[in-house]
T-cell receptor
């Protein structure tokens, strides 16, 4: 069965510092990869996705993620975080033509002033 | 713009009561999902539907049932609520390519 591991349940960081949220998955077949963000008291919304093509994908608010097939990873990075980036981040995987995504347990990013 | 809406947003009920959570979408997507979110456990799939006549159980369907009244409507019922069903519930749709669109959630408390 497919699995997604987000290694850190909580990542505290100071404003303007870089951050990396880690995501590893278990599938050996072709995958679609997603990062979703959940701000307090809201639903999840798509941050960025990898379907095919360039392994480096970017969001409009400065986040980026790189698909690494050999390491089965899709880590999320931002070079300089803002207070407003404080949220829960979920990694999700769709594999083998399935329409049932597998979600990681989430990483809480806490940005301190 | 609220493309996926959920009602109610908050609900407090007692053990043994029947509860219905409703979801509507204006995205025009055929695929719809119900999840529950618990702290530290992420999202767990309860039921999903790929069209009006297609309903499937997810990993934690026990104690829940669903109804797909139309392409745009997908309801979740708890026939006899119990305290460990206290959670945040999300409805979602999926477009071609796999991106999901989530509602704002329903916070359910079962006393």
């Amino acid at each position: 069965a497919q699995s997604v591991t987000q290694l850190d349940s909580q990542v505290p960081v100071f404003e303007e510092a870089p951050v990396e949220l880690r995501c590893n998955y278990s599938s050996s077949v072709s995958v679609y990869l997603f990062w979703y963000v959940q701000y307090p008291n809201q639903g999840l919304q798509l941050l960025l996705k990898y379907l095919s093509g360039s392994t480096l994908v970017e969001s409009i608010n400065g986040f980026e993620a790189e698909f690494n097939k050999s390491q089965t990873s899709f880590h999320l990075r931002k070079p300089s975080v803002h207070i407003s980036d404080t949220a829960e981040y979920f990694c999700a995987v769709l594999s083998g033509g399935s329409y049932i995504p597998t979600f990681g347990r989430g990483t809480s990013l806490i940005v301190h002033p | 713009d609220a493309d996926v809406t959920q009602t109610p947003r908050n609900r407090i009920t007692k053990t043994g009561k029947r509860i219905m959570l409703e979801c509507s979408q204006t995205k025009g997507h055929d695929r719809m999902y119900w999840y529950r979110q618990d702290p530290g456990l992420g999202l767990r799939l309860i039921y999903y539907s790929f069209d009006v006549k297609d309903i499937n159980k997810g990993e934690i369907s026990d104690g829940y049932s669903v109804s797909r009244q139309a392409q745009a409507k997908f309801s979740l019922s708890l026939e006899s609520a119990i305290p460990n069903q206290t959670a945040l519930y999300f409805c979602a749709t999926m477009r071609e390519g796999g991106e999901q669109f989530f509602g704002p959630g329903t916070r359910l408390t079962v006393l």
